[in-house]
RNA sequence: GCGGGUAUGGCGGAAUUGGUAGACGCGCUGGUUUUAGGUACCAGUUCUUUACGGAGUGGGGGUUCGAUUCCCUCUACCCGCACCA
């Protein structure tokens, strides 16, 4: 018997398909198109098995969609540009460039090993000029609609990677690459409108129903609407005035202080003069966004000595303070503080002893004075003149009106979702397309000028961006006056390079960023997959691009993910020597005692908790050796078949090997018995054995469930199906009868072609023994043939008072009556009725019969 | 604090959405072969009981002939956001 030699299939099929070009994508208007795509990776050097997992899945769906005959688009590419490359070329002297690209070949190498089904001639890399400049030709005409704009503004910065990031970029007040405290910092910055798009973009979440609701969710969350009303307070005893934003105007006339934002307007012009109050700005901007810094920090505040007019009481002063918990990039930056009715300006009142009243009503006639915690639900009015007795919801339009009669105010929806700064300080990265000129300002680049090309020669031995550094590079003359001028030394935040790469997948050599011609054939992408980890950042700016594409007329589409699919991680069992050092899955193994040591020590090893596959904790496997050990076929199979695709699974040897041994045991099956079966394209018989029968049922019916797993990504139940379907044909013995050598091929080749999407290295190699036409790649899914996957008898429980007491064999769509009749007939069932009167039997068709006493 | 999710054997997980709970895989137990094996095959494997039977999907309650599934309530864990006015 000969043992399937992966290795040896597994290359010989890749060429192959590399050969015949079997997957590459043309539009083609007269077929269905599927465009299947996987998150792009950043080629950091290797693969991980998260990788495996994510493009396998991808890979299935591209397969299956296929053999269903989409014309489908599988593209890979590589998120390029980051942080790690200028690292690598300031710790290991190599260029960016150079890195980035030797990684990108081995990575390419190693997907290639998997035999995924992508297009390689779409591949890109963002880095690449052919790229970029793209990139810079569509920054220009955003720039041109004015979706783009440069502001001087607080921005968040890391001091170790020497960088801006957007406030998406920062957790827990940290880089989320460098995991440094975030400084603020002011800076001249690029900024993308992507706040004048929060409507749509909440709106355009309720199409997108093939989405994750959590995701959904984060994104509504993100955005962050809210209605509320804007409110001028004037200032006692001066023309001016100070507009606040609340959700709460009905609580008005509870108003006992006005509070606003350290980098409020207002408070810029009073620290001139104010020592306090400067002293306290400085202290606020000292003061980190962390957690703990939030939560621990006091409700502080310094009393500006200016006071408000109350809008509503005639007379009625507010202290105006300069608070601490007032955000400047929230609503106005101000407020006022109604302390009956929010815990934090509770908190703030208590410490500066200011007035707190109570104007809500907590149910119908709880009235008491707030003490410790303030009332935050609807109820009726109270203490608030004209709105007393309305319900808070009443009161909130009632104030309204008032407010807008007086041109004091107006209803507001307000977002939390702010403009998107994507001026980054780095050399690797999309340089702006921009020169900064004394007489003319900021001028973009002419078009026939780009690509902007970053610049070979650079050093990374200083600190900041080398782009700045370089000694002739910034030094252009301006577009527009032909003066001596400069050149925008910033780069653009690599998820500009993320936000539209699916779009130039579809034609990605096109002279145009964006082949108007493709990118209407081929998007929306009909199936993203990629981590949770970007339900907010990449998913988020995509659906802007999306957006700011149309109205350059780039594209027509509105929304670029048609479906998404969010994969979990990979995890792995942690080892630890006693010393406490982590150690590699391989170097533990387990001894005649079946406890677990180190392979080489032969010292004991604690296993610890199963967690995300980190470097941190070496508890990883390579996917390169797995690809080795167990072939890429078995790889992919395991990463499917344990857990369902969204939730995390568990990487084990024990796994992956049983992957193996289905994938020796279906070679082995059809080697062995390929000469029982019917010449290829033989009649079908009519007349089968009761075994073939049986089979050609478990095949029709294994063909039907893959695929309805299938379509819904349920690939961990596809998997299990096809194991019974497995044991039904192993179980199977080619009789005399004329049937049995065709229905034994027929059952073959079905499961050939519903492993295929999983392990399409062996069942290319199956479908050949098999004496296939062309490629299985090329070649249609099964149909099922829905007479074959329902029985003609059923079997039936039978239930007295709802507890199984047995089953029975009858007809399909047996006659109810006779169904009564034979589950009576049962003794176990007479035996659990006893002497019991029937009160009424209960039939439901081919499902259950519940004799009721 | 706000929002969301999850809970089923030793483990990962199934269950056509109210109809035989535990499919399938891993592990384990016993057996049969064998070319050494971490090979292959067969049988078994929720708990309890000698058996008949009984119990059982995080806990408690409810609706129903019938609940893993629907409702109420509690508990535990996980995730996202968070000084958002």
Redesign the pocket.
Known sequence: ?SRYNAKEVETKWQSIWEDKKTFEAHADVTRPKYYVLEMFPYPSGNIHIGHVRNYTMGDVVARYKRAQGFNVLHPMGWDAFGLPAENAARDKNVHPAEWTFANIANMRRELKSMGLSLDWSKELATCHPGYYGKQQALFLEFIEKGLVYRKESWVNWDPVDMTVLA?EQV??GRGWRSGALVEKKKLDQWMFKIADFSEELLKGLGTLDRWP??VR??QE??I?K?Q?AKVNFSISDSDDSLE?????PDTLFGASFM?I?ADHPLTHILLKDNPAIAEFVAECHR?G?S?E???K?D?KGVDTGLTCDHPLIEGKKLPIYVA???????????????PGH????LDFARKYDLEVIRVVAEGDDEQSPIENVPYTGPGLMMNSEYLDGLTSDDAKTAVIERLEGQGLGSATT?Y?LRDWGLSRQRYWGCPIPVIHCDTCGTVPEKAENLPVILPDDVTFDKPGNPLDHHPTWKHVNCPSCNKPATRETDTMDTFVDSSWYFARFCAPRNDLPISKEDTDYWLPVDQYIGG??H??LHLLYSRFYTRAMKITGASEIDEPFSGLFTQGMVTHETYRSESGAWLLPEEV?HNDN?DPVHIETGEPVIIGGIEKMSKSKKNVVDPGEIIDKFGADAARWFVL????PD????W????A???W??K??LF?FITENIDKIAIKGTEKPSDFSKGALVLRKEAHKAALQVTDNLEKL?F??A??????F??AL??FKVSDTAGDPWALREAMEIMVHLVGPMMPHLSEELWEMLEGEGLLADSPWPQADISLTVDDT????V?V?????A?IEVAKDEDAKKVEEIALAQI?VQ??IGDNPIR?I?V?PN??V?V?I
């Open positions: 018997m406030n957790t827990d609701e959590r969710l984060m969350n993100w962050g809210s509320g606040i934003y609340t959700t709460r509070a934002s003061m966004t957690e810094a939030i939560e920090a409700k601490n918990f007032v955000l400047m990039d929230y609503g106005t930056g101000a407020l006022f503080g109604c929010d815990q934090r300006d307000n939390r949770i980890e339900a907010i193994i079946g078949s344990d857990s369902p939730r995390d699974m568990e084990t040897d024990a796994g090997t049983g992957a041994r289905f020796q045991r082995r349920h961990n139940n998997i299990a199906r096809i194991y019974e497995m044991k192993g179980d059923v079997t039936m429980a239930q008072k709802g507890k199984l007491r089953t176990s035996n659990a009424k209960i439901v499902r259950i519940n009721v």
